[in-house]
């Protein structure tokens, strides 16, 4: 589509007949301008899997990253993309704890410099088809904290253990077995299969005896005890 005024807008996503997961129906936007690029995509996307750099020309300045800011943890859909600027849309202080420590890491490992909504306020991004610049200044790079990236407690001492999982429905129970609360914000849910990470926001915590789903799919939801 040309947007105009020599901008050319190109859906990338969704481009499959269906997906299992409803948030891969989620739009992948790639807008030129002269000689700058911008790729838009929200979380999922149906891109991460069905695409490759070979199929499809991700090369852009600037990501705006998906809500959950994990898109970025493809390495190779990152490698794809090689962009100078990210831009992250997430509300200040959120109970989701976005954008996680990962995400950050591999995009100052990339050289690439990022903005935040939720430190710096509204992003505006200007191209005249040759260069960008942007209403704000790069959000200084944080350094980690020693416990960013802490393993995972010994589930023999906490007391906490998966207990079922539902490959189908995508649906991980976990409970805590112990006579006592556990924190596990910051905790690592891992697919050694499907390399996925779930990092558990901060302030879970699983009461004595309780237990906790972790859910994704196509009949996602959330309520009492269930993160999505």
């Not at 992948?28 to 695409?51: A, D, H």
């Not at 750099?53 to 809500?67: I, R, S, T």
């Not at 943890?73 to 990210?86: I, R």
Request: net charge positive; with cysteine; hydrophobic share 35%.
């Amino acid at each position: 589509m040309d947007a105009g005024l020599g901008a050319r807008a190109v859906l990338l996503a969704p481009n499959s007949s269906g997906y299992e997961n409803f948030n891969n129906y989620n739009a992948v936007l790639k807008l030129t301008y002269g000689e700058t690029s911008f790729l838009y995509r929200r979380c999922g996307g149906g891109i991460r899997r069905k695409n490759t750099a070979q199929e499809c020309n991700l090369k852009a300045d600037v990501l705006k990253v998906g809500h959950t800011a994990l898109v970025v943890n493809d390495e190779g859909f990152l490698k794809a993309v090689s962009p100078k600027y990210a831009a992250i849309s997430v509300g200040k202080d959120n109970k989701y704890d976005h954008p996680h420590s990962e995400t950050l890491a591999k995009l100052s490992e990339a050289g690439v410099q990022v903005f935040r909504t939720d430190l710096q306020g509204t992003i505006v991004a200007a191209s005249d088809g040759k260069t960008i610049t942007f209403n704000k200044k790069a959000s200084p790079v944080k350094e980690r904290a020693p416990d960013d990236f802490h393993a995972t407690a010994d589930p023999s001492i906490s007391g906490v253990k998966i207990t079922d999982i539902d490959l189908k429905s995508e649906i991980v129970t976990i409970k805590n077995t112990s006579g006592a609360a556990v924190d596990i914000s910051r905790w690592k849910l891992v697919s050694i299969k499907g390399n996925q990470i779930f990092i558990f926001p901060s302030g879970t915590v699983i009461p004595a005896g309780g237990s906790l789903k972790v859910v994704s799919g196509p009949k996602v939801h959330t309520g009492p005890g269930i993160l999505m």
